[in-house]
Every structure is written in C-alpha cells, then in structure tokens.
C-alpha cells in the first residue's frame, strides 16, 4: 500500500508560481511511475504531467506533459526524499483545479494510476 500526500497548493495571481509537493510513504517510491492529475466542477480528471520510475521511461522519455502546460510546468522526483514536485510557473485562471498527485506503473491516464493523494486546491486569479 502507498499512500501519497500533496502539499503547496493556494491562491496566487495569473503569471505567478507555486510547487506542489507529494510526498509518498513505502519503500517502493523508486518502483513507481508518478503523475499529476487535476479536476474541475463538472469535469473529469485531466493528465498535467508524468514521470518515469528510476530507470524506465515514458513512451521514448522520463517525463511527459500535457500540451496545456508545456513549458511552464516541470515535474521531478527525488528518490531518496520519496517525494515527486510539479513546479508551476506563469500560472493562468484555467489552471485553477483541485491538483492529484499519482503513482502507478501508467500514470498517463486515470485508468493506469494505482494510488490517488487526497488532492491540494490551486487557485489562479486574474
């Protein structure tokens, strides 16, 4: 079992910035892929942003985005914290969701994620 919790969400003006953290429990943080997911009202669940386990790789790749976020946002890890980041930079209203931190050994999409945090509200006002 691995239990995951997020950390470093809030409100911040368009074009700021803010780091979530996701911090794991379990000796088995390495042996996993990670992710970030958001959510909206009425919405479903949308990918933001993946990362391979030590090792692997994502389709040709160690991280993965989604086009929305492209170059303002960066996802690492760091193995011997057991913690996984989403540093978000030039934040936009339509960046306001409820963020998910995700682990799983397909963490692209909602039906390859074995492990769900509670979820860290971000809020991005214009």
């Known amino acids: 079992q691995v239990q995951l919790v997020e950390s470093g969400g809030g409100l911040v003006q368009a074009g700021g910035s803010l780091r979530l953290s996701c911090a794991t429990s379990?000796?088995?943080?390495?042996?996993?892929?990670m992710g970030w997911f958001r959510q909206t009202p009425g919405k479903e669940r949308e990918f933001v942003a993946a990362i391979s386990r030590s090792g692997g790789s994502l389709s040709g790749g160690s991280t993965r985005y989604a086009d929305s976020v492209k170059g303002r946002f960066t996802i690492s890890r760091d193995n011997a914290k057991n913690t996984v980041y989403l540093q978000m930079n030039s934040l936009k209203p339509e960046d306001t969701a409820v963020y998910y931190c995700?682990?799983?050994?397909?963490?692209?999409?909602?039906?390859?994620?074995?492990?769900w945090g509670q979820g860290t509200q971000v809020t991005v006002s214009s």
């Open positions: 995700a682990a799983g050994t397909v963490v692209v999409v909602t039906s390859g994620v074995d492990y």
């Open positions: 379990g000796r088995t943080f390495s042996s996993y892929a």
